[in-house]
């Protein structure tokens, strides 16, 4: 065969594979063998999953990590649409109920975690925001979370709870969407998770108010359906509930179920 020749069948070749599978074969070659998991989670576990992914990995040699972050209401509607992934992890058992009585979930969702809100001010709390009730405040500046979140659902039960109007000037997707709007100074106070507090550092002063006790929020794990990488994803939720995952998350600011 002339060199001209073997081009030219080397071409109509790889013109004949599937699509899939041409970028498939170059996915496992950038990987070098490693199965990558995917996990869907919440914008508040950004930080804790982070980092409980990385002693996963160290746990499961052979296994890649790889997270989407967003708002949970988001990720049960990608799950719902068939956005292949192979673990959910919500802030809500409502989000999680969307993706379940589609018939995305495999077996019963474990709950792994518990959060409750804070009132979250920029450093120094230029609004002097001391409670709930400084949320109805005329001249502050106030974010929200979008109410299909969790934490959008959370804050509304709280003020419900409190009996506190709010007029929210602005509203975020999701609770990190939030917090930025506190770390840049663009609001005087927020209503986040208390673990988006901690994580923020010194960017944000945090504020405790009584009626978060009636809006905290459950967050279940899931093995999805289609997951393409089953075994790990079973171990991935598994090993959220280990004693190593609870430390790190009691450390992070959530409370153990």
């Not at 998991?37 to 914008?43: G, K, M, S």
């Not at 659902?153 to 419900?160: E, T």
Request: glycine share 8%; with cysteine; hydrophobic share 50%.
């Amino acid at each position: 065969m002339t060199p001209r020749l073997r081009v030219l069948v080397a071409t109509l070749l790889a013109a004949a594979l599937p699509l899939g599978a041409g970028c498939q074969a170059r996915s496992a070659d950038a990987r070098g063998g490693q199965a990558e998991l995917t996990v869907f989670a919440a914008a508040s576990l950004t930080e804790v999953l982070t980092t409980l992914g990385k002693r996963f990995e160290r746990r499961r040699p052979g296994v890649d990590v790889t997270f989407s972050f967003q708002s949970s209401a988001a990720l049960a509607q990608q799950i719902v649409h068939g956005a292949p992934a192979d673990v959910y992890a919500a802030a809500s058992p409502q989000s999680m109920a969307v993706a379940t009585w589609a018939g995305m979930v495999a077996g019963e969702p474990q709950v792994f975690a518990r959060n409750r809100l804070q009132i979250a001010a920029p450093a120094g709390n230029p609004g002097r925001v001391r409670g709930l009730a400084d949320l109805a405040r005329p001249e502050l500046k106030i974010a929200l979370c979008a109410a299909q979140a969790p934490c959008g659902a959370a804050s509304r039960a709280a003020l419900r709870a409190a009996g506190i109007r709010a007029e929210p000037d602005t509203y975020g997707n999701d609770v990190k969407a939030v917090l930025a709007k506190v770390t840049l100074g663009e609001v005087d106070a927020a209503l986040v998770y208390r673990t988006d507090v901690r994580a923020a550092g010194d960017a944000v002063v945090g504020i405790d108010f009584p009626a978060a006790a009636k809006a905290a929020n459950d967050y279940p794990v899931a093995v999805l359906r289609e997951a393409p990488q089953r075994d790990a994803a079973r171990a991935f939720a598994a090993y959220l509930g280990s004693a190593e995952a609870r430390g790190v998350l009691a450390e992070a600011g959530f409370a153990l179920p």
